[in-house]
């Protein structure tokens, strides 16, 4: 029996819809129908798709026309089409597979998971009926069990994929579909042993070793997990095998035993982007911004389009101080990224733009931020000495005042206080700047606004005096005003 392969799913060939096929069409109707296979076979689609309706135009029932019109509408990329011809042969004859089960590969492609597991159901139903053999069930099987899974329909998942393994035991994919089937559904004893049921023949299968060492670690047992780990590392031939074990062994560890598990994944495979990518968060945890750079530029070489290697790149650069560097990876992750990635990625990009002197694209940008996530103190700030450069003292009054109820800190205070003065609020200026230079002493130019600000109050004898400070500490315009 021929068989075409399509998205890991299966259409049967022609030769499923010749079987039983019940009276032999007028000679002109079976040429036609011929010359439509023939250029169905061939590629020519578009010609086979005009010779099948041909037929159906002479002879609607007939099985093989809408099957061979089904086919070629699937190849052609319409889904519609292809679902409408092969739900026909459904209803034209109930009690065939390849009908129900093309229907199934259909409606999965289309993303109507709970109609693909209908038809796989029903396929299944009439195959076992018709006593077909189980090599030629097993694609309805893991038709039903995937579609099932992307309901999150686990615990019936797991069902239909037991019920598979009657007819097919032992089979590979279907056991590890129901282990993982029963993982999603939060039954890890009952997966367990069909986890080691796979290790038992494939020792060191990295989804059953992940998963059998996630459940030891939510039992509260790491070190038994790590073990588990280490029993798969030593069975393992293959260096991508060992790298991805390597990668999960990290998850369970701290410290440079993790980055030295992650540094020997990426040496045993290059391309595992994800071992580069942990390393370089690993990193940065650190404190170790070159490092991490390099780690993330690693990854960034074997997945250009990853959200997250995009942010990690945007992140290192800003530690490092390269703005420009750092506004461009974060604008490629606003893109790329949703929910808290893509808040993240704009602060990075507005932070940028700030000290790139680009003053209003900051405003705008680190406004959504704010907008988004009200208790970053960070954002507020850079959002208020954005807006005071803009000369918007009463609005970069506001989001400093934010900022310093957030995150109390010398710089925010002193920055909150010449904004303050700039609005023409000297009160509350002198209030707030003579807080930042208790929390900093040493910050002149806090005590040359403090000064500004006590002139304009018409405490000449007190401005003076912290002009004085502020020239003590080495600020010439305190000096120019003490002459």
Not at 32 to 55: I, K
Request: charge should be neutral; charged fraction near 20%.
């Amino acid at each position: 029996m021929k068989q075409l392969l399509y998205a890991a799913l299966l259409i049967f060939s022609l030769g499923w819809a010749q079987q039983s096929q019940p009276a032999q069409p007028a000679p002109a109707v079976q040429q036609t129908l011929q010359q439509a296979q023939a250029a169905l076979e061939a590629g020519r689609l578009n010609e086979a798709v005009q010779g099948f309706e041909a037929v159906i135009a002479r002879d609607f029932s007939n099985y093989s026309a809408h099957f061979g019109l089904g086919l070629a509408l699937y190849r052609l990329g319409d889904l519609r089409g292809a679902a409408f011809e092969f739900n026909l042969l459904t209803t034209l004859d109930p009690n065939r597979f390849e009908g129900w089960f093309n229907l199934g590969v259909v409606r999965d492609r289309q993303g109507q998971a709970g109609e693909a597991s209908q038809a796989f159901a029903r396929a299944v139903e009439v195959g076992e009926k018709a006593n077909l053999s189980p090599a030629d069930l097993k694609p309805a099987y893991v038709g039903q069990v995937k579609a099932l899974r992307v309901q999150g329909q686990h615990d019936a998942a797991a069902a239909a994929a037991r019920k598979g393994l009657e007819k097919v035991p032992g089979d590979a994919e279907l056991t590890s579909l129901l282990a993982d089937s029963l993982v999603k559904a939060n039954k890890p004893l009952e997966a367990l042993p069909v986890l080691y049921q796979i290790l038992s023949t494939d020792p060191a299968n990295v989804q059953a070793v992940s998963q059998i060492a996630d459940i030891f670690s939510a039992q509260g047992l790491p070190q038994r997990a790590l073990r588990e780990i280490d029993r798969g590392l030593e069975a393992a031939r293959d260096n991508s095998v060992r790298a991805q074990l390597l990668l999960k062994k990290s998850t369970l560890q701290q410290g440079r035993e993790q980055q030295a598990s992650l540094q020997e994944a990426a040496r045993l495979d290059p391309r595992l982007w994800a071992a580069q990518y942990n390393l370089g968060i690993a990193r940065l945890r650190d404190g170790n911004a070159r490092g991490a750079l390099e780690s993330f530029q690693n990854a960034y070489a074997q997945n250009p389009d990853e959200p997250k290697v995009l942010l990690g790149l945007a992140t290192a650069y800003d530690r490092l101080g390269q703005a420009a560097e750092s506004g461009r990876f974060a604008a490629m992750a606003v893109r790329a990224s949703q929910g808290a990635d893509r808040i993240d990625a704009l602060f990075l990009q507005g932070k940028s733009s700030y000290t790139l002197r680009r003053y209003t694209e900051a405003v705008e940008t680190l406004s959504q931020v704010t907008q988004q996530r009200a208790d970053n103190a960070d954002a507020w700030f850079f959002l208020g000495v954005s807006q005071f450069n803009l000369k918007d003292y009463a609005a970069a009054a506001t989001s400093l005042e934010r900022a310093l109820a957030l995150s109390p800190s010398a710089s925010t205070a002193a920055n909150l206080g010449a904004a303050l003065y700039s609005a023409g609020r000297y009160s509350d200026a002198e209030r707030v700047l003579s807080q930042a230079v208790a929390l900093d002493v040493r910050n002149s130019v806090a005590w040359y606004n403090l000064g500004l600000t006590l002139r304009s109050l018409g405490r000449v004898a007190e401005a003076r005096r912290a002009w004085q400070r502020s020239a003590d500490l080495g600020y010439a315009p305190a000096r120019d005003l003490l002459r």
